[in-house]
């Protein structure tokens, strides 16, 4: 079965610092890797996705990611982070194959931007 | 495009109340997702449909809970009878299926006392 580790529960930065959200994955076939952030109060938007090709991938926002299949690592990277980055950062599996493409979660890191 | 529609947004009720939840996803969209998020468990999937066909309900939590989609544009969950520790944030999200980008409601937030 498939599963997410989100490292870090909480992060605190201060403003222009670089930040990284680690995330590491279990599972026992090709995965498809996703990044979502969580703005209080609202849903869920995606911010980057790997599906093949390209081991680094750039999402919204200024973020990226890169997939390290023998590390089985998704770590999500920002050089330089602002206040409006506060928020809740989810990694997220899915298994594919088949008709279930169902995505598991890891618990969430909480980012907080410091002036 | 108005995105992915919940309602309620709020939800307070008591214990042994029936609870549904709402859900229109986007038009177009054939996969549609319900989940349930607590600080305790974090995100969880309850059940997933394709082209209106529940594909995976592991993740309902017990017969207390229901979900359907009579047609693609409409989907509830309910809840009966509710108990205090199905408070929690339930999203609803919608995709074009397969490993397309899922996209999340606002949330239905239940209280349940």
């Known amino acids: 079965a498939q599963s997410v580790t989100q490292l870090d529960s909480q992060v605190p930065v201060f403003e222009e610092a670089p930040v990284e959200l680690r995330c590491n994955y279990s599972?026992?076939?090709?995965?498809?890797l996703f990044w979502y952030v969580q703005y209080p109060n609202q849903g869920l938007q995606l911010l980057l996705k790997?599906?093949?090709?390209?081991?680094l991938v750039k999402g919204i926002n200024g973020f990226e990611a890169e997939f390290n299949k023998s590390q089985t690592s998704f770590h999500l990277r920002k050089p330089s982070v602002h206040i409006s980055d506060t928020a809740e950062y989810f990694c997220?599996?899915?298994?594919?194959?088949?008709?279930?493409?169902?995505?598991?979660f890891g618990k969430g890191t909480l980012l907080t931007v410091n002036p | 495009d108005a995105g992915v529609i919940q309602s309620p947004r709020h939800e307070v009720t008591e214990m042994g109340q029936e609870v549904t939840l709402r859900c229109k996803p986007i038009?177009?969209?054939?996969?549609l997702f319900w989940y349930r998020q607590t600080m305790m468990r974090g995100l969880e999937l309850l059940i997933y449909?394709?082209?209106?066909?529940?594909?995976?309900d592991s993740g309902m939590p017990e017969d207390r809970f229901s979900a359907k989609m009579p047609n693609a544009s409409f989907s509830t969950l309910k809840i009966q009878p509710s108990e205090p520790r199905d408070s929690a944030v339930y999203f609803c999200?919608?995709?074009?299926?397969?490993?397309?980008?899922?996209?999340f409601g606002p949330g239905t937030r239940l209280l349940v006392l």
């Open positions: 599972s026992s076939v090709s995965v498809y």
């Open positions: 038009s177009g969209h054939n996969s």
């Open positions: 790997y599906l093949s090709g390209s081991t």
């Open positions: 999200a919608s995709s074009l299926g397969g490993v397309a980008t899922q996209y």
């Open positions: 997220a599996v899915s298994e594919g194959g088949g008709s279930n493409y169902k995505l598991t």
């Open positions: 449909f394709n082209n209106n066909v529940p594909i995976d």
